[in-house]
């Protein structure tokens, strides 16, 4: 899964509308203390369906709307967009009909947030799902966070065959059988 663009407004520090695009290879977030490049991860997390707002740096998930700053008024909304690479069309068949996936979450301050999937709504659940069968998404082995490897060393090893079963892109099967079996 490849993402072309991460478009954030509103979100933590990034108050303006702000669009990074993801050029092919690697890409290295450089800058000083405090400008936002752990927020810009953050943010990628998030819209991919990170929904504890402690992973988040956070003391409420309100927390990620700008919160003032100087004589810039804090905000209501957060926005995070990204845009995914699906001109190899590998996407599950309910999305497999662009070459561009367009994934949104949008909070509002005391309303909770909502998530679209190229502009229509979608659960939570759904893009947990995007993510998971392309064995990425929020809490996945391919975002290694600050400890997260010191914290691989000394887990258990149920926790352990958790994250090898991410690797392996298996967990969104789990999901899905979790989910037909409730039906
Ligand atoms: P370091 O190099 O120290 O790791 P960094 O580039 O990762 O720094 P971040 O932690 O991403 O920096 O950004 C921290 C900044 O984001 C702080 O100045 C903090 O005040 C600001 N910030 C965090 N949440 C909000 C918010 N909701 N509204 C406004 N600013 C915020
Ligand atoms: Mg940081």
Same mark, same amino acid.
């Not at 504890?52 to 700008?66: H, L, P, T, W």
């Not at 887990?155 to 991410?166: F, N, V």
């Given at each position: 899964?490849?993402?072309?663009?991460?478009?954030?407004?509103?979100?933590?520090?990034?108050? @303006?509308?702000?669009?990074?695009?993801?050029?092919?290879?690697?890409?290295?977030?450089?800058?000083?203390?405090?400008?936002?490049?752990?927020?810009?991860?953050?943010?990628?997390?998030?819209?991919?369906?990170?929904?504890?707002?402690?992973?988040?740096?956070?003391?409420?998930?309100?927390?990620?709307?700008?919160?003032?700053?100087?004589?810039?008024?804090?905000?209501?909304?957060?926005?995070?967009?990204? +845009?995914?690479?699906?001109?190899?069309?590998?996407?599950?068949?309910?999305?497999?009909?662009?070459?561009?996936?367009?994934?949104?979450?949008?909070?509002?301050?005391?309303?909770?947030?909502?998530?679209?999937?190229?502009?229509?709504?979608?659960?939570?659940?759904?893009?947990?799902?995007?993510?998971?069968?392309?064995?990425?998404?929020?809490?996945?082995?391919?975002?290694?966070?600050?400890?997260?490897?010191? @914290?691989?060393?000394?887990?258990?090893?149920?926790?352990?065959?958790?994250?090898?079963? @991410?690797?392996?892109?298996?967990?969104?099967?789990?999901?899905?059988? +979790?989910?037909?079996?409730?039906?």
């Amino acid at each position: 899964m490849k993402f072309n663009r991460l478009r954030l407004i509103g979100f933590k520090s990034f108050v @303006e509308a702000s669009d990074f695009i993801i050029a092919p290879g690697l890409t290295g977030v450089v800058g000083p203390n405090g400008c936002g490049k752990s927020n810009l991860v953050e943010a990628l997390r998030w819209v991919m369906g990170e929904n504890s707002y402690k992973n988040m740096r956070a003391s409420g998930m309100d927390d990620v709307i700008f919160s003032g700053s100087g004589n810039r008024p804090a905000r209501n909304a957060a926005e995070v967009g990204l +845009h995914i690479d699906n001109s190899d069309r590998t996407a599950p068949a309910a999305f497999n009909d662009s070459d561009e996936i367009q994934v949104t979450r949008r909070i509002m301050r005391e309303q909770g947030s909502q998530y679209r999937i190229n502009g229509k709504e979608a659960r939570a659940k759904d893009v947990q799902l995007l993510f998971a069968d392309a064995s990425t998404g929020a809490r996945s082995p391919s975002m290694v966070g600050q400890g997260r490897i010191g @914290e691989l060393i000394q887990a258990k090893p149920q926790a352990r065959r958790q994250l090898l079963e @991410e690797a392996a892109g298996i967990s969104g099967l789990y999901s899905r059988r +979790h989910e037909a079996e409730l039906r």
